[in-house]
């Protein structure tokens, strides 16, 4: 039973640039995740994707966007880059949006903005 | 979402039980403690979460106290493979929406 698998594992990319990170989830899973988790901190939540639409959304710039699809894996687009955006992205996974749901989290994309 | 006070490194000797504190203070009657832990270089992983009750499972064990102002994480018998940072969260309104605080980084020594 595979768990939540993201790709790629590492990406560089120049200030200015645009990237698409990927994500699929576990199986039997229907709601996506993602966070951002600079070096040493905690991760920050971005956005949440539920029957393929933005359910809840962090504190993060429109430069964020995202896209569940019909199998419910999900991409994550982050434009005009900044350097303040090298960070592990982390998706993850859980059945439903209730309280009761437990995340399931991919290893994550390290992304390094040079 | 109820905010989170863990202290920020502990160690623990193998073998020894690792009692891991979080005061949430604030909680309110719908929310839920989570832990998760994260080792190095990995996304993290779900340990335990309850609502009031004391929960077990194969991992760990969740003490919430009777005015749920706090709970302790027990890892009955630690392995250095339990090193890692420990991240209590208190969810309100949906788990997607998790706030990660810096967690405590618990060092497992021989």
């Known amino acids: 039973d595979a768990g939540v698998t993201q790709s790629p594992t590492h990406l560089i990319k120049t200030r200015g640039q645009q990237v698409t990170l990927r994500c699929s989830p576990k199986s039997g899973h229907d709601t996506v995740s993602w966070y951002q988790q600079a070096l040493g901190q905690g991760p920050q939540f971005i956005f949440q994707?539920?029957?393929?639409?933005?359910?809840q959304r962090g504190n993060f710039p429109d430069r964020f966007s995202g896209h569940q699809f019909p199998n419910y894996s999900s991409e994550l687009n982050v434009n005009a880059l900044l350097l303040g955006d090298s960070a592990l992205y982390l998706c993850a996974s859980s059945s439903g949006t209730g309280l009761n749901s437990p995340l399931h989290f991919g290893n994550g994309t390290r992304l390094t903005v040079t | 979402d109820a905010k989170t006070t863990q202290p920020p490194s502990m160690d623990c000797a193998e073998g020894r039980a690792a009692n891991l504190p979080c005061n949430h203070s604030t909680i309110s009657g719908n929310e839920y403690v989570y832990w998760y832990r994260q080792i190095h270089s990995q996304g993290p992983q779900y340990i335990i979460h309850?609502?009031?009750n004391n929960e077990t499972n194969e991992m760990a064990s969740l003490i919430i106290t009777e005015d749920r102002k706090s709970s302790t994480l027990i890892l009955p018998h630690a392995t250095l493979r339990d090193t890692a940072v420990y991240y209590c969260?208190?969810?309100?309104?949906?788990?997607?929406?998790?706030?990660f605080g810096d967690g405590t980084t618990l060092t497992v020594k021989p």
């Open positions: 309850g609502l009031k």
């Open positions: 969260i208190v969810l309100k309104r949906d788990a997607g929406k998790s706030t």
């Open positions: 994707y539920y029957e393929e639409e933005e359910r």
